[in-house]
């Protein structure tokens, strides 16, 4: 009998395609706007994403996101070398200041100071240069999104050696990297540790975190509860501070409540095209539906072409609407300002369980109307 349901289904092509375009049209906009709003929450925690060494950050007590690390002093990195469990800790600076083009121009930027020795926290990915070359006196690496927002001149073309100011202090452009850009798309500035000293404004304190790895065989959970046993500072490892960012923005941004409109919008719409198309092409079929019931068909095998029906235009319109939005993301992953946005599998599987309810949503009503149906329609 699948045959002769499909007949039924493709027999009125607008309908069918209708049907089709609903269900696509709703995966795309649920898919879209959930890798959105993902890859908006992803940035907002880009900065502990990118340092990739270490798997614990202790900072001041009571920080609750990234963004808000209150300065400390450089002999606290001491105190937090000296806990049992500890491999090693190094400094961390993160400061948003500004630089001066030779032609007066000026731009904010977020500086990264990262450990001289060690270059722990830098970047993995380079466009340009070396990151052996951050060792040189003044230099500095920005990110590819930075240099392209910085010198939009220069059309991409990496042109390293170029010198600004940094709190009347000079700075050498000696490499483009990769990076998550910031929540707030500020170009991110690399350099030594010792350097960002320098080029911050001049505070009491300019420790803004420590970044610490533990010992083998030592969990980090237990490195960081020995660290607050015996420093009194706040450690985490990198995992729940990623989550404690995120947190924090889904808290207190209006950004969950918008991005969630419009997914149930996308929800909405695909339920209530694809209900209304297929109860109506079932009505238009009741005749059909009564002579298969006339001619002995029960009602179980009624339901499952149903369902059958149901599950072919839903699996058709959600591998479109998937499709399109993984073509969106595939042939934007070049553009710098869309640039950490993708199409997660978790999205995925959760756009398939919504065409799931969808299709239940839109077959249920035809069921009922099918099932109450009397042989008899066919002869009237």
């Not at 950050?57 to 400390?72: A, D, H, R």
């Not at 100071?113 to 340009?128: E, F, K, N, R, V």
């Not at 920005?142 to 927002?149: E, I, N």
Request: glycine share 8%.
């Amino acid at each position: 009998m699948n045959w002769v349901a499909w007949k039924m289904l493709t027999g009125d092509r607008a309908k069918y395609f209708g049907l089709i375009f609903g269900i696509a049209f709703a995966c795309l906009l649920m898919a879209h706007q959930m890798s959105i709003f993902c890859g908006i929450m992803r940035r907002t925690a880009g900065r502990i994403v990118d340092v990739r060494e270490a798997e614990i950050w202790v900072t001041q007590p009571n920080v609750i996101y990234v963004e808000e690390l209150k300065p400390m002093p450089d002999t606290y990195l001491y105190r937090v070398r000296g806990v049992p469990g500890v491999a090693w800790a190094v400094p961390y600076m993160k400061n948003q200041i500004q630089i001066r083009f030779r032609d007066g121009s000026f731009r904010n930027v977020l500086m990264i100071g990262i450990d001289d020795a060690t270059l722990i926290g830098a970047p993995t990915t380079m466009y340009a240069g070396s990151l052996a070359d951050l060792r040189k006196p003044d230099a500095f690496i920005v990110d590819k999104a930075g240099y392209t927002f910085l010198w939009p001149e220069d059309k991409g073309q990496y042109q390293l050696g170029k010198i600004v100011e940094i709190n009347d202090r000079r700075a050498v452009l000696v490499g483009v990297c990769d990076c998550l850009p910031t929540f707030q798309t500020l170009p991110v500035l690399f350099t030594r540790y010792s350097q960002s000293r320098v080029y911050a404004p001049p505070e009491r304190n300019q420790l803004s975190a420590i970044l610490a790895h533990a010992e083998d065989g030592v969990s980090s959970s237990e490195v960081c509860q020995r660290i607050q046993d015996q420093t009194g500072l706040s450690a985490n490892d990198d995992d729940s501070m990623y989550w404690k960012t995120i947190g924090y923005y889904l808290r207190s941004t209006g950004i969950p409540i918008n991005f969630g409109i419009t997914i149930f919008l996308g929800f909405f719409v695909g339920a209530a095209i694809a209900g209304q198309t297929f109860y109506l092409f079932v009505i238009e079929n009741l005749k059909q539906f009564g002579s298969l019931k006339a001619m002995g068909l029960g009602n179980l095998r009624i339901i499952a072409m149903i369902l059958f029906q149901v599950v072919i235009v839903s699996i058709i319109g959600y591998a479109i609407g998937m499709g399109l939005c993984a073509a969106f993301f595939e042939g934007t992953k070049n553009q710098v300002h869309l640039a950490g946005f993708y199409l997660m599998w978790q999205i995925a599987v959760i756009v398939a369980i919504a065409v799931s309810v969808i299709a239940i949503c839109a077959s249920f009503l035809a069921m009922r109307k099918v099932l109450l149906l009397e042989p008899a329609v066919v002869f009237k």
